[in-house]
């Protein structure tokens, strides 16, 4: 019985042993490579020196142990023997969304970038703080020239401590940093807008601009020009960003000859987008401020001038037509004719013109340039309010009627000669009026004369006296041909296109 006993149990026990031995071996062999309750102790008998022993413990990664990157690590004595060396790590198993957007990343498209190619010290990095800009110029500065790309404009500034400036990421993005292709209009006009928007919004910050003693009118300016407003209303293609006059690196003081705002290279910059260039261009003031008299005076004053005519103009005939309305329609209607206006309320004409017969004001000369007097106004009007006013919900609408803003300045100009043509036409016609068969003799009285549309002392006089009339102190006066409502519709066509 006990040796048979003996028999029986003897090969069960050895079964039993084996089997437990072969299932620890590798549960130890895994816990040994980041067993969780170790942190990576076992590793760390080899792994002793101070990039792994302290630098990972206070890096980013520190609270995961060594098996959460390198999974595939299961033979402890392969790897001490270097028979079985770790696959590379899969970042993206933890960091999903930042592995999408780099697969979209230039780096990785063109140079099928790896994430240890720039996060070199994996074990040791840590989160982004102070220093996290410094950081990112200097790596990105070991595939890219420091003297082109580094140590001039922004990144020089960050390398000398202003946490402010931009770095390389600020402006091209981390790890999402987008592929143009310079050759194509579409790419090259979307990366005018990306980095426009992205100079945009630290120029516009009123905090950092007051910190870094810079004024950000700047931004409000270029979005005044005609190259900041056809590119805020959705048409990059053919107008100007930051980039492409102050270069996207070497931002140096105008009189650096390194400097893209340097006179000389400005007449590459400009010559590069407009044919038939004149050096003229330079002096083109890409960031005009219409309320400082003292940075750009002509504009300040022609701006001035206008909101005051404009100002003036409808304040003043807005309060005519009101007393006029009051006189002929309200006071009628308290007596109870209304519908009625007597001959007393419309301006009397002058005797030869009485007799009852139709008169033909206008010739047919004159009625052809009130044609394409209107059409061309409302042409200039309908192509020029969406740029003027590119924020306003209705512009893109309006500016995609005429096929974008390109064609849109095509029949703004169109436009404009027709303008200008009338403005020469009538000037010869005044000419002619006012020196008929080349006689010089009685110039002054025909300008100043009943048949002429210049202002004369008599509208004045006609002005005063509709307003008395308008509060019943007086008679409505009588005019000549010309009333001084009609010779001031006639002039402000000119004056304005002056302006």
């Not at 089997?19 to 130890?28: A, C, D, M, R, T």
């Not at 404009?310 to 037509?321: I, R, Y």
Request: net charge positive; hydrophobic share 35%.
């Amino acid at each position: 019985m006990r040796s048979r006993g003996s028999m029986g149990y003897g090969p069960c026990f050895a079964l039993i042993v084996c089997l437990v031995l072969g299932v620890g071996l590798p549960s130890g062999i895994v816990g040994a490579a980041g067993d969780p309750s170790g942190g990576g102790r076992n590793c760390q008998s080899c792994h002793a020196d101070a990039l792994f022993k302290a630098g990972f413990q206070a890096s980013a990664h520190g609270n995961n142990t060594c098996a959460s990157c390198h999974r595939d690590i299961t033979d402890l004595r392969r790897h001490m023997t270097g028979e079985s060396k770790p696959r590379p790590v899969n970042c993206g198993s933890c960091h999903r969304d930042i592995a999408s957007r780099f697969r979209k990343d230039v780096h990785y498209i063109k140079q099928s970038f790896q994430c240890q190619d720039c996060h070199q010290n994996i074990h040791s990095i840590r989160k982004s703080g102070a220093g996290a800009k410094v950081a990112a110029v200097e790596n990105c500065s070991q595939c890219h020239s420091r003297e082109d790309y580094t140590l001039l404009g922004h990144s020089g500034a960050v390398l000398k401590g202003n946490a402010d400036a931009a770095a390389c990421t600020d402006c091209h993005g981390l790890h999402n940093t987008p592929s143009y292709d310079p050759s194509l209009e579409r790419d090259r006009a979307a990366a005018r807008e990306n980095y426009t928007r992205r100079c945009r919004s630290c120029h516009a910050d009123a905090k950092m601009a007051k910190r870094n003693r810079f004024s950000t009118k700047t931004v409000a300016s270029y979005d005044e020009t005609y190259h900041g407003k056809v590119l805020n209303i959705g048409f990059p293609q053919r107008v100007a960003g930051c980039a492409d006059c102050h270069l996207g690196h070497n931002i140096l003081p105008k009189n650096d000859l390194r400097s893209g705002m340097h006179p000389e290279n400005m007449k590459a910059a400009c010559k590069a987008c407009h044919k038939g260039f004149h050096n003229r261009f330079v002096s083109f003031e890409a960031h005009p401020d219409p309320l400082d008299p003292k940075r750009s005076p002509i504009l300040y004053w022609t701006n001035a001038f206008m909101i005051a005519l404009l100002g003036g103009t409808f304040a003043f005939f807005w309060l005519h037509t009101i007393l006029w309305w009051r006189r002929a329609y309200c006071d009628k209607c308290c007596e109870g004719k209304a519908g009625f206006i007597e001959k007393t309320i419309l301006p009397e004409c002058r005797p030869e013109y009485r007799e009852d017969k139709q008169i033909q004001r206008f010739p047919v000369r004159d009625r052809i340039m009130h044609i394409l007097l209107i059409l061309s106004f409302f042409t200039l009007v309908m192509t020029g309010f969406p740029i003027k006013y590119y924020d306003a919900p209705w512009a893109k609408i309006l500016i995609n009627i005429w096929g974008g803003a390109y064609r849109a300045g095509l029949f703004h100009r169109l436009a404009a000669l027709v303008l200008c043509g009338l403005f020469l036409y009538t000037l010869w016609l005044s000419l002619q009026f006012l020196f008929p068969k080349r006689e010089f003799r009685g110039a002054l009285q025909r300008l100043l004369g009943p048949d002429s549309l210049f202002p004369n002392f008599k509208d004045l006089k006609d002005i005063i006296g509709m307003f008395k009339w308008f509060f019943g102190k007086g008679e409505m006066p009588k005019f000549d041909r010309w009333t001084y409502w009609e010779k001031f519709d006639f002039l402000a066509v000119f004056w304005g296109m002056t302006a």
